[in-house]
């Protein structure tokens, strides 16, 4: 599986922003695919997933509310809907996805083993 996040720009706080992470591969649909986001000088931070089966986990406390996950099988493709964007919100996000990812594994980085390359938000009046 190849994934390729995009969507990313400059916002001004309380903005809405909607990224996008588009895979290749014919059993997409198997995988769960996951939002991660960092900081500059910050470690990597689980923002969300969304389950082979259709579930949705939820990451950050700070994106709880805010932040909003699906996915379009039929596109291939995974989505990060974002709300009420604070600056606190800048960071590269990543979309990832795992084929044997079990529940309670799916905030961790190691549990996926296709990375997109990142795209970068930043949220600044």
């Known amino acids: 599986v190849q994934l390729q996040a995009s969507g990313g720009g400059l916002v001004q706080p309380g903005d809405s922003l909607t990224l996008s992470c588009a895979a290749s591969g014919r059993t997409f649909s198997r995988y769960t695919v996951a939002w991660f986001r960092q900081a500059p000088g910050k470690d990597r931070e689980f923002v969300g997933a969304v389950r082979y089966n259709g579930n949705t986990v939820s990451g950050a406390d700070s994106g709880k509310g805010r932040f909003t996950i699906s996915r379009d099988s039929d596109k291939k493709t995974v989505y990060l809907r974002m709300n009420s964007l604070k600056p606190e919100d800048t960071a590269v996000y990543y979309c990832?996805?795992?084929?044997?990812?079990?529940?309670?594994?799916?905030?961790?980085?190691?549990?996926?083993?296709?990375w997109g390359q990142g795209t970068q938000v930043t949220v600044s009046s």
């Open positions: 990832a996805a795992g084929g044997t990812v079990i529940l309670s594994a799916t905030s961790y980085a190691d549990s996926y083993a296709h």
